[in-house]
């Protein structure tokens, strides 16, 4: 593929996601619940695998760090950032396991779990939204289009109409950064 078709395939998916009016609505919707959960204390957790685990990252900094403005930090972390834990279980109890052992230990009830996978079978994603289910915490889905075995096991699904893995991260990633914006002002509103 050409760099220049590349790019295309990018505008246009971009296109029909800019035609989704309840896209807006749910990133909205998505916002206020964390910005809820926030102030009752919970945390935002992020997982996914290979450059969706560099997405969760991405955004848990945003959160933890600082999107637009200067402003008090937010609990908000990615999953898979202790090494050794990560190559602990998986090496004593298998891979699936990574994200619900850590988040058995960590998920508490105001909690979201957000994990990002563009076929929606992730299985250790699936394991930690199972988990998470278990704790009565918030869970949402990014994916490609079908969802795969994501749909219906989260509270929150955003199905990217699209199956080519990149286009999709790259959708993930503008939706991410758009809910950071929005939590960002509803926890600290100002003019910005």
Request: charged share 20%; aromatic share 8%; with cysteine.
């Amino acid at each position: 593929m050409s760099t220049k078709r590349a790019i295309q395939d990018s505008i246009e998916l971009k296109q029909k996601i800019l035609k989704d009016k309840q896209l807006y609505s749910q990133i909205e919707t998505l916002a206020s619940q964390i910005a809820v959960n926030l102030k009752k204390g919970g945390k935002v957790y992020f997982c996914g695998n290979g450059g969706s685990a560099a997405d969760a990252q991405h955004l848990a900094a945003e959160l933890s760090g600082r999107y637009y403005y200067d402003r008090p930090p937010l609990a908000a972390e990615a999953l898979h950032v202790n090494t050794s834990y990560l190559t602990a279980v998986a090496n004593d109890y298998s891979y699936d396991e990574i994200y619900a052992r850590l988040f058995k230990a960590f998920g508490r009830t105001n909690d979201v779990l957000i994990g990002l996978s563009t076929s929606g079978n992730s299985t250790n994603v699936i394991r930690a939204f199972e988990e998470a289910k278990k704790q009565g915490v918030y869970t949402v889905a990014f994916t490609g289009e079908t969802g795969g075995k994501m749909k219906g096991l989260v509270d929150m699904i955003y199905q990217i109409p699209s199956q080519d893995t990149p286009r999709i991260q790259e959708v993930h990633m503008l939706l991410g950064h758009s809910l950071c914006e929005l939590v960002e002002q509803k926890m600290f509103p100002k003019d910005v």
